[in-house]
């Protein structure tokens, strides 16, 4: 079955650069991979969807890049700032003929100041 | 505001109780889920309702028992739960679709934290 990991260690990066946070899943080419963010103690909430036809999506300081060779997904946010500090879930579907999503463990970003 | 509210936030109970977890999605969706959260695992598909039918079940144990009487309502009813069902749970809704490229995008509620003592 389908799996995901995702860098369980946090991130800690300076205001103002980039995070970047990796994807990878283990088997088939999912149609979709989905980002959400998760803030401490609250649902996650979504952030993006990039197609199996995409090769990047944006929207604001967000992009995410899906590379179906290397089988991973990477979200990246510009100019990062205290305010984006969450943990960041990557979600797909869990097998080939469905809707029906896995998420991963989620990475931790910090940003300070 | 996320469009699908839970109740209560919080609810502490003994291992001999009754409770109810409440959820209602005012987005017009077709489909209502419910999912744990424990540290440091992912998020766990406990239950799925379409058009209030139940359509997956994952292997979850019978103290849990969810009920959906509409397409705009879930409940997760708690009995004679263990201390390792202290969890974030939460309730989720989507269009619902079995098309492979659906995009599925989940909608979260904030939560019920659940601490069984």
């Known amino acids: 079955s389908q799996k995901i990991e995702q860098n369980s260690e946090a991130l800690n990066i300076q205001e103002g650069k980039t995070a970047t946070l990796t994807c990878n899943y283990t088997?088939?080419?999912?149609?979709?991979l989905q980002w959400y963010r998760q803030d401490p103690g609250r649902g996650p909430v979504f952030l993006l969807l990039i197609r199996e036809n995409e090769k990047e999506k944006r929207k604001e300081r967000l992009k995410v890049t899906f590379d179906t060779t290397l089988k991973q997904s990477l979200f990246h946010i510009t100019a990062s700032q205290p305010a984006d500090s969450a943990t960041y879930l990557c979600a797909l579907p869990r097998s080939y003929n469905t809707d029906k999503l896995i998420f991963g463990t989620g990475t931790r970003l910090q940003v300070f100041p | 505001e996320t469009g699908v509210t839970q109740t209560p936030r919080h609810l502490v109970m003994g291992m001999t109780n009754k409770k109810s977890l409440k959820c209602e999605q005012h987005l017009g969706h077709n489909a209502m889920y419910w999912y744990k959260q424990s540290a440091k695992k992912p998020l766990e598909l406990m239950f799925v309702y379409n058009f209030k039918e139940q359509t997956e079940n994952n292997s979850v144990p019978s103290r849990f028992s969810p009920e959906c009487p509409n397409s705009s309502h879930l409940f997760l009813h708690l009995h004679t739960l263990q201390p390792e069902d202290s969890a974030l749970y939460l309730c989720?809704?989507?269009?619902?679709?079995?098309?492979?490229?659906?995009?599925?995008?989940?909608?979260f509620g904030e939560g019920s934290w659940l601490t069984v003592v």
């Open positions: 088997n088939y080419s999912p149609a979709y």
């Open positions: 989720a809704s989507s269009q619902g679709s079995y098309r492979r490229d659906s995009g599925n995008t989940i909608y």
